[in-house]
């Protein structure tokens, strides 16, 4: 379980994340949504241990995450970063298994785990020895997901994961990345401010808005019982104009 | 692990290099960048040569008197032609005394001696094209008076010291509006051009007739004399004896027409140092002259031995300052600043300043061409990691890289083009700067740009010039291989 405790973090006097505490449940798909600049990210990169917090704490399993190293956190939170992260200078291949590599794995383990991957994930042999720049914004969501995968860690963070990509191939991704979800078993907290994909994804959804969860729950929930004029305003927001709604 | 086992390497590379110089039964001759002194040196060399006492090392084409008196004094070298009127000036600083007797007690506490006179007085002149002297009516000095704003070319000496032009104003009270400063050797052809009406000369010159220039008349007698003699270490007269008593018989031999011939032999009939040294001598010994090719193999393998080495040196310490100045801010910014600095000491200068520490020769040349490879370096290897997009460096972190993973994993990798481009430019600079290491006896090109600027012979200067310029564009061919090599093909799609 990831908990945090009255976690808060402002950037030059802007309060980004305010007096936050709440949990994330194991193998449980946790949706942070909101619109931009709400603190979905911050929380994050607080969890990876990248930012410390102003106040507060944050437990991963009741370790607390500042006393922690960024080689131990990473063998437990794989982190899918915002528009993929792929490092320019190495192929696919090599981006996934760096991680591993630099942790001593032998040859053959890496090759087992990459193959693992590739079918996991549907990617062909011949696209993941290619450089990030020759591969389609798909291919790339796909090769990022794996590097995140690639120590097997029970947690996965995903910022955006399916961000900047044209229509069909987002919902071609969305379907692959919830049949990923349910056989992976993983405790995953992906980021996201299409309300669509909390409602496909998600088994709570925190709402949030200038940094504090304004309500977390499911997506009928949400829907239902809005605990807010906020709530009903951001879903409704979302929702197709009325005069086409008929040809939907 | 690899960067120390290189490192050592490197070091023990250099040391040998260095450990090979013994200096037993080896007397080291100097002169400066004129003819009259390369002659000069010459003529003093296969004298030693000739008695057979001691091995004759030359390093010819010293730059200036400073350079070439802190290695006699420091005993980089051994023996030099000097002037008296120099020596008086530059070094005892006391131009009160002139006679040989006074100028030998002077020097007996730096454990230095001179000989009598060589026989002619090289004193500086005043001179200017003849037309121009009849059209303007100058046959003085004082006469100037009248034209202060003719065009005067002097050489950088000549400007700076003491009894040179600053003094000269003063005595005759000229106010001359129109004053440069050139390379003694250039002035001929500036004279010849119009680009300058008026130059300071020695009176040994050789071209005074072939150029039709005529001396100003010193009329407040102010230039003192400059009999040349030679300027040695006490212990060379001491350790050798028969070699000073024959050099000793040169004193008296050379008077000013012999001079004025000699010099001539060399920069009119472009005979080599070595011809003119031998005629004098009136000996019919075959000189070992090697080939032009073969000589310019040697000066190739000089000048690239200063431009690698200094460039290994500065890529071993500028790369990890460079990688320092990005994680401490205001250290790094004292790293920037120094090698800034660095770079802005003039050439010469920078050498001079590292004799006292490091002798002449190869070693003060490797240590300035190092600070002067060091700024791009460092420079380019801070502003390619720095400006990274942060993301990398966050996306390292998330995977658990530690931070000497990141730095050789991700971000030396992507700061690679950048950080090559710094060394590339360092080595082309390096190969430019290092044909001034001549001038501190390092040899390289430089070498021969400064005998052909001593001869005012266009061809010796170009085949030094010639050669450097080619070895900077196979420099930056081979790095453009390199690049293909060490630069990742990701980042170059």
Redesign the interface.
């Known amino acids: 379980m990831i908990s945090l405790h009255a976690v808060s973090k402002a950037y030059d006097g802007k309060v980004i994340v305010h007096n936050l505490t709440t949990s994330f449940h194991k193998e449980k798909i946790h949706i942070l949504l909101g619109p931009s600049g709400s603190g979905k990210t911050t929380i994050l990169?607080l969890i990876?241990g990248?930012i410390e917090p102003d106040t507060g704490e944050i437990q991963i399993n009741d370790t607390i995450v500042s006393r922690q190293?960024?080689?131990?956190?990473?063998?437990q939170i794989g982190?899918v970063?915002q528009?993929s992260?792929l490092?320019?200078?190495?192929?696919a291949k090599e981006n996934v298994t760096?991680?591993a590599k630099?942790r001593g794995w032998k040859k053959e383990s890496i090759q087992k785990r990459l193959e693992e991957l590739l079918r996991l994930v549907n990617l062909d042999n011949d696209s993941i020895r290619r450089?990030?720049?020759?591969l389609s914004g798909g291919q790339r969501k796909r090769v990022s997901l794996m590097?995140a995968l690639m120590l097997d860690p029970p947690y996965l963070l995903l910022d955006e994961p399916l961000g900047a990509l044209d229509p069909i191939i987002r919902s071609e991704l969305q379907a692959e990345l919830k049949r990923i979800f349910s056989v992976l078993k993983k405790t995953v907290i992906l980021v996201t401010h299409d309300i669509n994909e909390a409602a496909l994804f998600g088994d709570t959804i925190s709402l949030f808005h200038q940094g504090a969860i304004i309500q977390q729950g499911t997506f009928e929930e949400l829907c239902i019982k809005p605990t807010t004029t906020f709530v009903t305003q951001f879903i409704d927001a979302q929702k197709p104009p009325q005069n086409i709604r008929k040809f939907l | 692990m690899k960067y120390l086992t290189l490192m050592s390497f490197f070091l023990l590379f250099i040391s040998q290099s260095f450990g090979q110089e013994t200096r037993d039964k080896t007397i080291v001759v100097g002169s400066k960048t004129f003819t009259e002194s390369y002659i000069l040196a010459e003529i003093i060399a296969e004298v030693i040569e000739d008695v057979g006492e001691a091995k004759v090392e030359r390093r010819f084409g010293l730059g200036g008197t400073g350079i070439v008196f802190t290695a006699l004094e420091t005993g980089e070298i051994d023996i030099y032609p000097e002037y008296t009127g120099t020596i008086t000036e530059v070094i005892i600083k006391n131009p009160t005394i002139t006679s040989v007797k006074d100028i030998r007690e002077a020097l007996a506490n730096k454990n230095l001696i001179i000989s009598e006179s060589l026989g002619f007085n090289n004193t500086y002149a005043i001179a200017l094209k003849r037309s121009t002297a009849e059209k303007l009516h100058i046959k003085t000095i004082t006469d100037l008076m009248k034209h202060p704003g003719i065009l005067v070319g002097f050489s950088h000496e000549f400007l700076k010291r003491n009894d040179g032009f600053p003094a000269l104003e003063k005595a005759y009270g000229l106010n001359l509006t129109n004053v440069i400063g050139i390379q003694h050797g250039l002035a001929y052809t500036a004279i010849e051009s119009g680009k300058i009406e008026l130059t300071d000369i020695y009176s040994t010159d050789a071209k005074l007739t072939k150029f039709d220039l005529e001396i100003l008349k010193d009329d407040h007698n102010f230039f003192p004399q400059y009999y040349a003699v030679l300027f040695a270490r006490k212990k060379l007269a001491e350790e050798f004896p028969k070699t000073w008593h024959a050099l000793q018989k040169l004193e008296g031999r050379i008077r000013d027409e012999k001079m004025q011939e000699l010099n001539a032999r060399a920069e009119i009939d472009k005979k080599t140092f070595q011809e003119v040294a031998l005629e004098f001598r009136g000996e019919l010994r075959k000189g070992t002259q090697s080939s032009f090719l073969k000589k310019l193999w040697e000066v190739s393998l000089e000048h690239l031995y200063l431009v690698m080495i200094s460039l290994v040196a500065a890529i071993f310490i500028g790369v990890p300052l460079g990688i320092i100045a990005t994680r401490y801010q205001l250290l790094g910014q004292a790293i920037l600043l120094v090698s800034g600095l660095l770079q802005t000491i003039p050439s010469l200068a920078l050498l001079c300043f590292l004799i006292p520490f490091f002798g002449i020769g190869t070693l003060p040349s490797l240590v300035a061409l190092f600070l002067y490879g060091l700024l791009p370096i460092v420079r380019n290897t801070y502003s390619g990691i720095i400006s990274l997009d942060p993301?990398?460096r966050?996306?390292a972190?998330?995977?658990?890289?530690?931070h000497v993973?990141e730095l050789r994993?991700?971000e030396l990798?992507?700061a690679?083009i950048t950080l090559i481009s710094g060394i590339k430019t360092s080595a082309v600079i390096n190969v430019g700067t290092a044909t001034l290491a001549a001038l501190i006896g390092a040899g390289g090109y430089g070498k021969l740009i400064i005998t052909g600027l001593a001869l005012n012979d266009i061809p010796t200067i170009l085949s030094g010039a010639i050669p450097a310029a080619l070895m900077a564009l196979v420099i930056h061919a081979c790095f453009e291989v390199l690049d293909r090599i060490i630069i990742?093909?990701?980042?170059r799609?």
């Open positions: 990169r990876m990248l190293k960024h080689r131990d956190i990473a063998s982190y970063i528009e992260g490092f320019p200078h190495l192929s760096l991680v630099l450089y990030p720049q020759e590097r | 993301h990398y966050e996306t972190r998330a995977l658990g890289l530690t993973e994993f991700v990798p992507l690679s990742p093909k990701g980042i799609l």
